[in-house]
């Protein structure tokens, strides 16, 4: 059968936390580092794609980068990677069915978190700063995203960091339901061009964003973890309580099966 029912998806997902809580640590940062890399490479893509579209035609805009930003989470599932928002998801239930302990969920989500961070802010300096691949009126589409995420307040930012990883982790979920590439590809396409489209905070998406405004000096590294708290929070809630947690107490899947 090639598609997994949603019992299947929980068992999967909880197998796959507990393997993410074993992993070395040198796998953790190698595909964390990618998996930020990857995030930011789709951001990239948006902001260079809907940059010189007109303000007149701002919805399509919209839209047209929202369609191409899944890039990264494409690439982080089908070609591996760690990714700090999905784990949120994965680690959480694998901890909801007593299959690993908090120590390890935090050790992962730490590492990656670092991991993320150092992809993010690679692709921010090296192909957004030196190569000048963000200047001129793309560098006034990036400065406006990240003035717009940074300003947001405490609540504002935790709530919508709350909605866009509910919608990341749907996404991640029902990419597992389908066992084909493709099938896979559109599954998580969805849900991830929602968050965009919507204007959701991304934790790992702003690794990338706001160091690119700190990069050029408009913006300082208070304004990055003033946002960074209240968005890691969020999107914690996001996907460990409101996909993790509410599909662990619903299905009830067999952990033991699972490991």
């Not at 406006?144 to 709530?159: Q, R, T």
Request: hydrophobic share 60%.
């Amino acid at each position: 059968m090639s598609v997994n029912t949603p019992q299947e998806i929980a068992e999967l997902v909880i197998q796959s936390g507990i393997r993410k809580s074993r992993m070395p640590l040198s796998a953790l940062l190698i595909l964390g580092f990618l998996s930020g890399a990857f995030i930011s490479l789709g951001f990239l893509l948006d902001i260079r794609i809907t940059a010189l579209i007109p303000a007149d035609w701002e919805t399509l805009s919209t839209v047209l980068g929202a369609t191409v930003f899944p890039l990264g989470l494409i690439l982080t599932v089908l070609a591996g990677g760690e990714l700090l928002t999905g784990n949120m998801m994965y680690l959480s239930m694998a901890l909801f069915s007593r299959q690993i302990g908090v120590m390890a969920l935090l050790r992962n989500w730490f590492w990656v978190t670092v991991a993320n961070f150092a992809g993010a802010f690679f692709v921010a300096y090296a192909f957004g700063h030196f190569l000048g691949l963000v200047e001129g009126p793309i560098l006034h589409k990036t400065l406006a995203i990240a003035h717009a995420k940074a300003g947001a307040d405490f609540m504002h930012a935790f709530v919508s960091a709350i909605g866009c990883n509910w919608l990341v982790c749907l996404g991640i979920w029902l990419g597992l339901s389908s066992q084909q590439v493709g099938g896979k590809i559109i599954a998580m396409w969805f849900p991830v061009m929602a968050f965009v489209a919507i204007g959701f905070q991304h934790v790992v998406a702003n690794m990338f964003v706001i160091p690119m405004a700190i990069l050029v000096g408009d913006m300082g590294w208070i304004d990055y973890f003033s946002n960074f708290v209240p968005v890691f929070l969020g999107n914690v809630i996001g996907g460990s309580v409101f996909v993790g947690l509410a599909y662990y107490l619903s299905l009830q899947p067999n952990a033991k099966k699972a490991a």
